[in-house]
Nanobody, 122 residues
Framework: QVQLVQSGGGSVQAGGSLTLSCEAS????????MGWFRQTPGNQRERLAA???????NLEGPVKDRITISKDNAKNTLYLQMNSLKTDDTGMYYC????????????????WGQGTQVNVSS
């Protein structure tokens, strides 16, 4: 069965960096678009970044200048590197995968990771 297993969350001080990982299994990794989302306290889930099978990336929102999305096809793993973290970045982060990029755009992706908590302290 398809699994997206996330790791790399945790606590960090403001100004620090974190890299989140999302290891995929159960489907052909290179055929799927993937993305990162987050939900911060009191807010709706928002899309942060997307990457298409050909490697085309898209970064969005107030964090786009502080994040990088990448993937390692050999490891079936998606990454989100976050720099210059702020307390407002505290929240739950999710990876997602879908055969079509539209599933990432609309947040209706077929598969989702379990989420990983990021806590940024001042």
């Amino acid at each position: 069965q398809v699994q997206l297993v996330q790791s790399g969350g945790g606590s960090v001080q403001a100004g620090g960096s974190l890299t989140l990982s999302c290891e995929a299994s159960g489907y052909t990794f290179t055929d799927y678009s993937m993305g990162w989302f987050r939900q911060t306290p009191g807010n709706q889930r928002e899309r942060l970044a997307a990457i298409q099978p050909d490697g085309t990336t898209n970064l969005e929102g107030p964090v786009k200048d502080r994040i990088t999305i990448s993937k390692d096809n050999a490891k079936n793993t998606l990454y989100l590197q976050m720099n210059s973290l702020k307390t407002d970045d505290t929240g739950m982060y999710y990876c997602a995968a879908d055969p079509r990029i539209i599933g990432i755009w609309y947040g209706t992706a077929q598969y989702w990771g379990q989420g990983t908590q990021v806590n940024v302290s001042s």
